[in-house]
């Protein structure tokens, strides 16, 4: 749905915003916090390729680490913060000073790594959904984010995402301590939503050719 123009501008803006929140993650957690977006979408769903392993994590199963952050008013929709709970333990781990790449096949997320991962999550989610509201200068109110673990199969990828139609797809890359944890940010969003945002991007790139 998006061109490149409208793709590489939301791009633009969304590492900027997350830039902002590995500044402040980086001081909670008294670590260096690199984070980066390579690649923004926003699709359909149901267009999802089950073999392009940027959405392993849709169909593989497994269990999922995710926290999700409903927002509203005149710009509405639900955010996810999505971990392989392998991937969620790293990144507990390395938050709490705990730094290695691999860890056990029995290991167990505990108390202290959810709390770890809900901070994350809370910064994350709150500060790129705030600068989209500030972006296109719109109140937006919140519901404070839930955390939770799943069960992923091959079956259920739509259950995932609670039957939601079209999705900004944010692809997600921690560095820490030469750690790269991937996990994957969904932000599903009204259609009025997304008339909003692309309404706003499009005047941006049109007074950019001006």
């Known amino acids: 749905m998006l061109n490149e123009l409208q793709k590489d501008l939301l791009t633009e803006l969304v590492n900027v915003y997350v830039g902002q929140a590995a500044n402040m993650l980086s001081e909670i957690v008294d670590?260096?916090?690199?984070?980066?977006?390579?690649?923004?979408?926003?699709?359909?769903?149901?267009?999802?390729?089950?073999?392009?392993?940027?959405?392993?994590?849709?169909?593989?199963?497994?269990?999922?680490?995710r926290s999700s952050l409903q927002f509203g008013y005149e710009f509405q929709g639900k955010a996810f913060l999505m971990f392989p709970a392998e991937q969620a333990k790293i990144l507990a781990n390395m938050c709490l000073g705990e730094l290695t790449e691999t860890i056990p096949e029995n290991f167990r997320l505990m108390d202290t790594d959810l709390d770890v991962l809900k901070e994350v999550s809370n910064v994350l989610l709150n500060a790129i959904i705030g600068e989209f509201g500030n972006f296109l200068e719109l109140k937006l109110e919140y519901v404070l984010p839930d955390i939770e673990l799943i069960h992923g199969t091959h079956s259920d990828p739509e259950i995932l995402l609670q039957n939601?139609?079209?999705?900004?797809?944010?692809?997600?890359?921690?560095?820490?301590?030469?750690?790269?944890?991937?996990?994957?940010?969904?932000?599903?969003?009204?259609?009025?939503?997304?008339?909003?945002?692309?309404?706003?991007?499009?005047?941006?790139?049109?007074?950019?050719?001006?």
């Open 164 to 210: 939601e139609v079209y999705v900004l797809v944010l692809h997600t890359s921690f560095l820490l301590a030469e750690t790269d944890v991937k996990g994957i940010i969904i932000i599903a969003l009204s259609m009025s939503s997304i008339s909003i945002l692309l309404d706003k991007i499009d005047a941006l790139l049109g007074a950019g050719h001006e």
């Open 31 to 65: 670590r260096h916090i690199v984070l980066n977006i390579p690649d923004v979408e926003l699709i359909s769903f149901s267009d999802v390729d089950r073999k392009d392993r940027r959405y392993n994590i849709f169909f593989n199963d497994g269990h999922l680490f």
